[in-house]
């Protein structure tokens, strides 16, 4: 499985963004997908994670990204609002088999820089 992540940019606080994941080979529509983050001198975190039709935020993010997931097409997405200077990092995305994140393949990453 490939996961091609995109859409990082620097934004100002207050500005949104919206990650784009691509995935191919042997990829199904039952793997849980799932956004993580790494701010530098951080340990990588999990933003939010979608398996089946339910999802799941980390606290600091709650009613400001939105995870989503195109099966067909093999996407998903983050759309991220209200950002803030503390949402900086390289985002990674996820997938696998488990029930549970993290799944075992991840992206190369995309950063994230919010700044004024």
């Known amino acids: 499985v490939q996961l091609v992540e995109s859409g990082g940019a620097s934004v100002q606080p207050g500005g949104s963004l919206e990650l784009s994941c691509q995935a191919s080979?042997?990829?199904?529509?039952?793997?849980?997908m799932a956004w993580y983050r790494q701010a530098p001198g951080k340990q990588r975190e999990l933003v939010a994670v979608i398996a089946g039709n339910k999802s799941n935020y980390t606290e600091n993010v709650k009613d400001r990204f939105t995870i989503s997931r195109d099966t067909l097409r093999k996407r998903v997405f983050l759309q991220m609002k209200f950002l803030k200077p503390e949402d900086t990092a390289i985002y990674y995305c996820?997938?696998?088999?488990?029930?549970?994140?993290?799944?075992?393949?991840w992206g190369q990453g995309t950063q994230v820089t919010v700044s004024s």
């Open positions: 996820n997938a696998g088999p488990q029930k549970q994140p993290p799944g075992d393949y």
């Open positions: 080979g042997d990829y199904y529509s039952h793997y849980l």
